[in-house]
Nanobody
Framework: HVQLVESGGGSVQPGGSLRLSCASSGYRYASYCMGWFRQAPGKEREGVAIIYGYGNTIYYADSVKGRFTISRDNAKNTIYLQMNNLRPDDTAMYYC????????????????WGQGTQVTVS
């Protein structure tokens, strides 16, 4: 049974920082492509950052480059999203996702999803 559990969301002022965590279980974690996605009210879900190949391949959305950092701790089956210099347009529900193949920043390629954690910047 695959489980992805996000944590670390909250409310911050513009310019602040948050660190999201996603703990996973039930599959071959280290070989999977994992990513962070977000969805704001009235908008489509979009890819924020993905990590693949034991951490050797990383992609970011242009909107977060230089501000967000994705990382993974294979010993803990956990990925992280360090978010710095947050802006109001970063406000969204953030989801962790995983899939057995490289899928890039498009949400459709991911098989497993967490329940999400809310990030509010205001």
């Amino acid at each position: 049974h695959v489980q992805l559990v996000e944590s670390g969301g909250g409310s911050v002022q513009p310019g602040g920082s948050l660190r999201l965590s996603c703990a996973s279980s039930g599959y071959r974690y280290a070989s999977y492509c994992m990513g962070w996605f977000r969805q704001a009210p009235g908008k489509e879900r979009e890819g924020v950052a993905i990590i693949y190949g034991y951490g050797n391949t990383i992609y970011y959305a242009d909107s977060v480059k230089g501000r967000f950092t994705i990382s993974r701790d294979n010993a803990k089956n956990t990925i992280y999203l360090q978010m710095n210099n947050l802006r109001p347009d970063d406000t969204a529900m953030y989801y962790c996702a995983a899939g057995p193949l490289f899928a890039g920043l498009g949400p459709a390629g991911y098989k497993y999803w967490g329940q999400g954690t809310q990030v509010t910047v205001s």
